[in-house]
């Protein structure tokens, strides 16, 4: 089992900026995939970012050049810096771990934290 804790939601006006960490403990090891997703009220969950386990990202469309994931492998945290936000980026932000982690198509990963709230007021 792998343990998730998001940490970093809050509210902001457009054109803000935020940033999430994810703390994952348990059972990680070295090169495991994590990513973000987000859920609106009403939408299904989407892939925000995903980094593999050779540290390569990949980013939604929506969020590409305004949003960073990055990792830090030493301690097992994912961040996510949000830049330019909008008030269509209003969503519940969850980190997921391991198992298959893809921005594109339908497979989602094996486990996943709690979710913290982002909310962009125009």
């Known amino acids: 089992q792998v343990q998730l804790q998001e940490s970093g939601g809050g509210s902001v006006q457009a054109g803000g900026s935020l940033r999430l960490s994810c703390a994952a403990s348990?059972?990680?090891?070295?090169?495991?995939?994590m990513g973000w997703f987000r859920q609106a009220p009403g939408k299904e969950r989407e892939a925000v970012a995903v980094i593999d386990g050779d540290d390569t990202a990949t980013y939604a469309d929506s969020v590409k050049g305004r949003f960073t994931a990055y990792m830090d492998r030493t301690r097992y945290v994912l961040y996510l810096m949000m830049n330019d936000l909008k008030p269509e980026d209003t969503a519940m932000y969850f980190c997921?771990?391991?198992?298959?982690?893809?921005?594109?198509?339908?497979?989602?990963?094996?486990?996943w934290g709690q979710g913290t709230q982002v909310t962009v007021s125009s």
């Open positions: 348990g059972k990680t090891y070295m090169h495991i995939c």
């Open positions: 997921a771990a391991d198992g298959p982690c893809a921005v594109e198509g339908t497979a989602r990963p094996d486990y």
